[in-house]
């Protein structure tokens, strides 16, 4: 229910931050950034740097493989979609 919306590309979007944040931030698939950030990724983070390059460095020293979760472990409460912004909180 949180992924839904009744746009479809807010949806997709919705999706595909979720999908990003299971597969390489929880489940550490450093390997998969490509499949979800540009090279040219601005971090939000002042502690990291931006591009695709600097978020792998350094989570990498952070976290290793692990199984892929079918959902986000962390407590979800809601996800916002708006346009191609998207928050998780």
Known sequence: ALLASPDTQVA???RLVYDFWREVFEGGHM???DKYLTESYIQHNPN???GRAA???FFSKF???SPIAAQIKAPL???VGDGDMVVLS
């Open 63 to 65: 976290t290793k493989p």
């Open 12 to 14: 997709a979007n919705k």
């Open 55 to 57: 978020f792998v460095d």
């Open 48 to 50: 990291v740097a931006s």
């Open 31 to 33: 390997d998969l950034a």
């Open 77 to 79: 409460v809601s996800i």
